[in-house]
């Protein structure tokens, strides 16, 4: 009995002294095994707890955790959501918690207590720069607008926003003019620049139509239809603006009632345009002619293009070239009269 008695009171001891243990986990606090948690700045779950856990981590440079942990319970990354720079902010990421500087301040985030690294952006005189440092001489146009800013020196006139609905690739990374030509973007991705460098402006897309969003995060340019008639291009969203193409003469099999399609104009004349409407378009609407040294015959029933008086060959059937050239025949005259009056002199 005394044997039973004595072994009862040695585990009691030993309990007493594992109870009042110091923690293992050297990220945790407190005054035994049972009151170890992981210190403020700390995530995960201590190894002290029952089962062990893997132990306490410290949290991503810079963030912290709002105090001590209260319990032997994980403490989630997530809760890394304080800064130590009262200048900075969490980015709110529960898989990655970082700290960025506030809006308004530039630098690098303090990573200890009681520090700021980051610090106050200057404040521009134009309102159309933003500064990315503590001095004026940081102020650059902000993203959409062109020009010199107002606080270089020599003072600039100001930047200006871009036109309508176009926009810079982004902010001016100096102080130096930036040109209208620098306004290539369009805020609409359905949209497309001109290119101009005196006025840029966004027009839609090939296959869009409508008008160009003129703020980002919108699109103004829709989906133009798809037309039956591969001889017809559409100008909005539905078939019945399925018009013939320029070149091509006809009813568009889109109409209602369907037509017998857009027809190719005969060789070396086109049409002045495409189609305005799906009224039928009649065969002596071919009546421009690709050569420019060539003349169309005028014909309704069987147009027909020419080469123009003073010109001989075949008329070029196609845009930007031309069959016709300068009849020599009329020119050899005129040179042995021109050469004659030369040795007579």
């Known amino acids: 009995m005394k044997t039973i008695q004595l072994l009862i009171a040695t585990l009691a001891i030993i309990a007493s002294v594992n109870a009042d243990a110091p923690c293992t986990d050297a990220n945790a606090t407190g005054g035994s095994v049972s009151t170890c948690y992981c210190k403020a700045g700390f995530y995960g779950t201590v190894k002290d707890a029952t089962p062990a856990g893997s132990g306490c981590a410290a949290c991503p440079t810079g963030t912290t955790t709002t105090g001590a942990a209260t319990s032997q319970a994980a403490i989630a990354l997530s809760a890394c959501s304080a800064c130590f720079d009262t200048n900075a902010t969490n980015n709110g990421s529960s ?83 930036v040109a209208l030509s620098a306004c290539s973007a369009c805020f ?26 003129a703020s980002s995060g919108a699109s103004g340019c829709q989906k133009v239809a798809t037309c039956t008639d591969t001889n017809a291009a559409a100008t909005g969203g539905t078939v019945s603006t399925c018009y013939c193409k320029a070149g091509f003469y006809g009813t568009v099999k889109d109409a209602t009632p369907a037509g017998s399609g857009c027809a190719a104009c005969p060789t070396g004349t086109t049409t002045t345009g495409a189609a305005a409407s799906q009224a039928a378009v009649a065969l002596s609407a071919c009546s421009a002619c690709f050569d420019t040294n060539a003349t169309n015959n005028a014909s309704s029933s069987a147009p027909a293009c020419t080469c123009k008086s003073g010109y001989s060959g075949t008329p070029a059937a196609s845009s930007g070239a031309t069959g016709c050239s300068a009849d020599s025949s009329k020119l050899l005259p005129l040179l042995a009269l021109l050469f004659s009056l030369v040795l007579l002199i």
């Open 188 to 213: 609409d991705t359905n949209a497309t620049n001109n290119g101009s460098s005196s006025a840029p402006a966004c027009t839609c897309s090939a296959g869009y139509y409508g008008t160009p969003s």
């Open 95 to 177: 898989s990655a918690p970082a700290c960025t500087c506030n809006t308004g301040y530039f630098g690098n985030p303090s990573t200890s207590s009681g520090g700021s690294g980051c610090q106050k952006l200057a404040t521009c005189t134009d309102t159309n720069a933003t500064a990315t440092g503590a001095t004026a001489s940081t102020c650059y146009c902000k993203a959409g607008f062109y020009g010199t800013v107002k606080d270089a020196t020599p003072a600039g006139s100001g930047c200006a926003a871009c036109p309508t609905g176009t926009t810079t690739t982004g902010a001016a990374v100096s102080q130096a003019a």
